[in-house]
């Protein structure tokens, strides 16, 4: 199977080798990719992205990972406009990330869209298989968080630091906890009154 058709299979939920010599040698692409990211600090932000790139399937304008970010094949992701992550996020996209815009990362966010098998011989023969996580539009995931296979969070919710994210959490409301469980909504109450023009 050419690498294509083992994206695919993982794309599609189906059980696929986990230890085949294509998704070995994605994987070690990936860190070497990323191993150049996190040392492109001090680069201009366009030489940055132009990294991520060349790793991920699609960069909107303005994402900026901060050291060290790790992923596991990368061509998985799909990350929108002027989304931040803080230090050390990991992202494990045997399935399908889509992540919306203007969406924030506290340090050490993890999202993991693979599981092995859970037959201890399959399991040690390389059997995987893959669920896709989506984010929303300006959500803002707290510090610590591990978001599990197939989850969908909803547009403009807040997750809190520490939690398990095992189900879906819909749009509009703060969350926390683990497991993960939505502690109340987003309402007008929540407005303070900012401006960007403050200085």
Known sequence: MTLEEQRARMLSGQMYNDLTPELIAARARAVSLTDEYSRSISQQPAEREAILRRLLGHVGPGAL??????????????????????????????????????VLFGPRVGIYTSNHAID????????????????????????????????????????????????????????AGVPCRVIRAITEKDITGFSADIR
């Open 65 to 102: 990972f901060e050291p060290t970010f790790r992923c596991e094949f990368g061509f998985n992701i799909s990350i929108g406009s002027n989304f931040y992550a803080n230090f050390d996020c990991v992202i494990l996209d045997g399935g399908s990330v889509d992540i919306g815009d203007y």
């Open 120 to 175: 201890p011989n399959e399991r040690a023969a390389g059997a995987c298989y893959a669920k896709p996580v989506r984010i929303g539009n300006r959500v803002w995931i707290g510090a610590g968080v591990h978001i599990n296979q197939g989850v969908t969070i909803g547009d403009n919710s807040i997750i809190g630091s520490g939690s398990v994210i095992t189900r879906d959490i819909p749009a509009n409301v703060i969350a």
